[in-house]
T-cell receptor, first 113, second 114 residues
Framework: DQQVKQNSPSLSVQEGRISILNCDYT??????FLWYKKYPAEGPTFLIS?????DKNEDGRFTVFLNKSAKHLSLHIVPSQPGDSAVYFC????????????FGQGTELSVKP | NAGVTQTPKFQVLKTGQSMTLQCAQD?????MSWYRQDPGMGLRLIHY???????DQGEVPNGYNVSRSTTEDFPLRLLSAAPSQTSVYFC?????????????FGPGTRLTVL
């Protein structure tokens, strides 16, 4: 049973436009959410995170929104750049259990010049 | 500061062989974890540790053993390799700063079991 779901395997966006990546979760015991970016043949790299007590966190071009009632989070990238092309994973942490992350399946973002 | 290192980068095993994937971190992180990545499945947690001497199972622990005798090292042992364990394995380490939980990943080990 997939507790963290990314239902869009791929997304294609024009350079300069907004990219919106979505993630849904089912377990109410998750208290912290993270987004990772992954290039081929490399390990995932941390992008941005949000605590369950917040509904928005911003870092430069990246903003994560959390809707707890809908158990939904989204990552917005504005403006999108060709270098953003990668696979993006959302992950959720169980309440107070550091090191125990549950990942979604990933969304492959392609930003076209 | 090397971050999270994993060895080997590539490995081919025959069914039934055993091996250990090595993971080390030099950031004095308390958390360490092992994940496997398979096509269409994302990253799945195998085992994790919240400190030296403490380990626990993740989502897919069967066929794997771990131990954590030091803060720096967290090896993953395959006792009797099976073709279903063909995957890319990632080790991660992390810490809770009081307001943020950050985990850093190693470059991965690509394992093929014939």
């Amino acid at each position: 049973d997939q507790q963290v779901k990314q239902n869009s395997p791929s997304l294609s966006v024009q350079e300069g436009r907004i990219s919106i990546l979505n993630c849904d979760y089912t377990n109410s015991m998750f208290d912290y959410f993270l987004w990772y970016k992954k290039y081929p043949a490399e390990g995932p790299t941390f992008l941005i995170s949000i605590s369950s007590i917040k509904d928005k966190n911003e870092d430069g071009r990246f903003t994560v929104f959390l809707n707890k009632s809908a158990k939904h989070l989204s990552l917005h990238i504005v403006p999108s750049q060709p270098g953003d092309s990668a696979v993006y994973f959302c992950a959720a942490r169980f309440y107070n259990q550091g090191g125990k992350l549950i990942f979604g399946q990933g969304t492959e973002l392609s930003v076209k010049p | 500061n090397a971050g999270v290192t994993q060895t080997p980068k590539f490995q081919v095993l025959k069914t039934g062989q055993s091996m250990t994937l090595q993971c080390a971190q030099d950031m004095n992180h308390e958390y360490m974890s092992w994940y496997r990545q398979d096509p269409g499945m994302g990253l799945r947690l195998i085992h994790y540790s919240v400190g030296a001497g403490i380990t626990d199972q993740g989502e897919v622990p069967n066929g794997y053993n771990v131990s954590r005798s030091t803060t720096e090292d967290f090896p993953l042992r395959l006792l009797s390799a099976a073709p279903s364990q063909t995957s890319v394995y990632f080790c991660a380490s992390g810490t809770w700063t009081g307001w943020a939980d950050t985990q850093y990943f190693g470059p991965g080990t690509r394992l093929t079991v014939l």
